[in-house]
């Protein structure tokens, strides 16, 4: 069994920061690429930031320059730095995780959510 909890959402005012953190743990054998992706009220879900597993980030164009993603493959944990969060920067934050459990079985697995609400 596998989960990913995250952390770190809030409120906070336009230009201002915020650190997402998503923590993997369970019957994990290897973890692949993580991901953060978000999705504002009546919107679809967008990707935000991808990172692979040796590292190589990419980032959408909105968000380029101002965010930041991250991991520590030891700690199985996925790491979004937002700064000058702007107020279309408001949704629910998911992390997104594709891994090879015990069984060797690969899968991609998601948090339960946090909100970022940027106010103006």
């Known amino acids: 069994q596998v989960q990913l909890v995250e952390s770190g959402g809030g409120l906070v005012q336009f230009g201002g920061s915020l650190r997402l953190s998503c923590a993997a743990s369970?019957?994990?054998?290897?973890?692949?690429?993580m991901g953060w992706y978000r999705q504002a009220p009546g919107n679809q879900r967008e990707l935000v930031a991808t990172?692979?597993?040796?590292?190589?980030?990419s980032y959408a164009d909105s968000v380029k320059g101002r965010f930041t993603i991250s991991r520590d493959n030891a700690k199985k944990t996925v790491y979004l730095q937002m700064n000058s969060l702007k107020p279309e920067d408001t949704a629910v934050y998911y992390c997104?995780?594709?891994?090879?459990?015990?069984?060797?079985?690969?899968?991609?697995?998601w948090g339960q959510g946090t909100q970022v609400t940027v106010s103006s």
């Open positions: 369970g019957s994990i054998f290897d973890v692949y690429n």
């Open positions: 997104n995780v594709r891994l090879r459990d015990f069984r060797l079985h690969m899968d991609e697995y």
């Open positions: 990172i692979t597993s040796t590292g190589n980030p």
